[in-house]
Structure formats: structure tokens, C-alpha cells
T-cell receptor, first 114, second 110 residues
Framework: ETGVTQSPTHLIKTRGQQVTLRCSSQ?????VSWYQQALGQGPQFIFQ???????GRGNFPPRFSGLQFPNYSSELNVNALELDDSALYLC?????????????FGPGTRLTVT | AQRVTQPEKLLSVFKGAPVELKCNYS??????LFWYVQYSRQRLQLLLR??SRESIKGFTADLNKGETSFHLKKPFAQEEDSAMYYC????????????FGTGTLLAVQP
């Protein structure tokens, strides 16, 4: 069974640019959640996708958007990057929506905005 | 507002000593509480959840609704317990949005 994978591992962007982060969910999982973890903080929920539809969103501006594909992999897109977007971005997948289903986390993508 | 508070950034104990990692929460409803752990160079993983009422790796946590706490305890710490521990709350429902605390780094000294 393959776990959650994320790409790229690290990324450096300039303020104002756009970035796309990718996540492959664990085999058999149809739900993907994205979290932002700033240095010294716990992960913060960005949004969740269930069967290709957005299924809940945290307190993030519209320039944070996402997609889920038919194979349940997912992308996180961030437009007009700001310095404060520098963080570790975590993807988590689960085999269903709701609390009974454990979320399995990927290793994260470290984004640095200069 | 929904919030999870972990008051200690770092907890250092000696091997064999008892451990208690504190977690308090603020939530208007019936929360589900979790402890996640991140060992060095590994990904974040679920340690335990209050509804399971299990003991995992010797750790237990009891939900105290009166004190709005979900402290993680272990009677005898081991060096391999050294890791970052996050307490998290779920708002329930279909989304299972997790709200994390800032984490406590547990360092078990030999």
C-alpha cells in the first residue's frame, strides 16, 4: 500500500508569483485535505476535497484554490504569493469524509517566498 | 471560537519518569479530540483518539469536558517517545476539519 506522497519537496518562489503543489492520496482514499503549517505553529486547515468537490474550507483567502482529480490526487494552487505564505504545506488523505476516517499525512512541501 | 491550547513548547523528562502533555480546548459542542505525533524525520501520524479509549504505546488520554482538557499521559517515559506532539480537535460532521494546537516537543533524557 502506497502512502500519501507530495511534490515537490521544496520550492522557492518570489512574491507575486503563482505556485502549484501536488498530492497523491493513499491507495483507496477518496478524500484529501490540505493544511498550512507555519514555523512554530500547528497545521491550519485550508480546505478538503471529497470525490472531486470542495467539502469545507478554512479561513484562507480565495487566492488559495484547489482541485481533485478522478484518481483522487489533488493540487493546491496559490496565486499572488505573499511572504507570509512561506510554510510547510501538508496534504492528508482518508478513505471517507467525516471523523470516523483517519487522516494520513504526507511529508509536506516546504514553500519559501522571497 | 474553536481553539486548542498546548501551553508547553518543550517538556523535558528523564527516562522512566511520568509524562503529562497538556491540552485544553475551546469548542461549543461535542468535540472529538485527537493526539498526533511526529517523530524525527517522519510524517505526522495519529497516536490516539478519545472515542477509541485505547492505550497506544503506553499513552492514554481522557477527555474531561468539565475542564475542557485532553491531557496525554504515560507513566514511564522511554527515549523513543521523544517527538513533537500535537493535540487536535475535530468539528465533526462531514468535513472532519482538524484544528491543531501549537505542539509540545517531548525530550526524554537517558
Amino acid at each position: 500500500e502506497t502512502g500519501v506522497t507530495q511534490s515537490p519537496t521544496h520550492l522557492i518562489k518570489t512574491r507575486g508569483q503563482q505556485v502549484t503543489l501536488r498530492c497523491s492520496s493513499q491507495s483507496g482514499h477518496n478524500t484529501v485535505s490540505w493544511y498550512q503549517q507555519a514555523l512554530g505553529q500547528g497545521p491550519q486547515f485550508i480546505f478538503q476535497y471529497y470525490r472531486e468537490e470542495e467539502n469545507g474550507r478554512g479561513n484562507f483567502p480565495p487566492r488559495f484554490s484547489g482541485l481533485q482529480f478522478p484518481n483522487y490526487s489533488s493540487e493546491l494552487n496559490v496565486n499572488a504569493l505573499e511572504l507570509d505564505d512561506s510554510a510547510l504545506y501538508l496534504c492528508a488523505s482518508s478513505s471517507g469524509q467525516g471523523t470516523p476516517y483517519e487522516q494520513y499525512f504526507g511529508p509536506g512541501t516546504r514553500l519559501t517566498v522571497t | 471560537a474553536q481553539r486548542v491550547t498546548q501551553p508547553e513548547k518543550l517538556l523535558s523528562v528523564f527516562k522512566g519518569a511520568p509524562v503529562e502533555l497538556k491540552c485544553n480546548y475551546s469548542y461549543s459542542g461535542s468535540p472529538e479530540l485527537f493526539w498526533y505525533v511526529q517523530y524525527s524525520r517522519q510524517r505526522l501520524q495519529l497516536l490516539l483518539r478519545h472515542i477509541s479509549r485505547e492505550s497506544i504505546k503506553g499513552f492514554t488520554a481522557d477527555l474531561n469536558k468539565g475542564e475542557t482538557s485532553f491531557h496525554l499521559k504515560k507513566p514511564f517515559a522511554q527515549e523513543e517517545d521523544s517527538a513533537m506532539y500535537y493535540c487536535a480537535l475535530s468539528n465533526g460532521g462531514a468535513t472532519n476539519k482538524l484544528i491543531f494546537g501549537t505542539g509540545t516537543l517531548l525530550a526524554v533524557q537517558p
